[in-house]
C-alpha cells in the first residue's frame, strides 16, 4: 500500500478491525496484566484509545504480532 494513494490508504483503513480486550484475550491466550506487562516492555502492541475509559488493539497489529511468535517459534524450533 502507498500511503500517498488516498484510494488505497481509505481502502485501508476500512478493513481495519479495532479489537476490544476480550477478543485480544482470546486470540493471544494472556492475561490482561501480562499482556500489559509485555506492552510496558514494548514487546506487544499497544492499545489506542477510543475515549474516556474505551481502548482497543488494531487487528493487524495483533495478527503481525501472532505471525511473528509464530516464526519465532518456528526458528527456534528448527535448531
Do not use: C
Not at 5 to 16: G, K
Not at 45 to 56: C, F
Request: net charge positive; charged share 25%; no cysteine.
Amino acid at each position: 500500500m502507498t500511503e500517498s494513494n488516498p484510494t488505497n490508504l481509505v481502502n485501508h483503513l476500512q478493513s481495519e478491525r479495532i479489537l476490544r480486550w476480550p477478543e485480544v484475550k482470546h486470540r493471544v491466550g494472556y492475561s490482561r496484566s501480562h499482556t500489559h506487562n509485555l506492552i510496558a516492555e514494548g514487546k506487544f502492541p499497544a492499545p489506542i484509545k477510543l475515549g474516556g475509559r474505551a481502548s482497543g488493539w488494531v487487528e493487524s497489529e495483533i495478527s503481525e504480532w501472532i505471525e511473528s511468535r509464530i516464526d519465532i517459534s518456528r526458528r527456534e524450533g528448527s535448531l
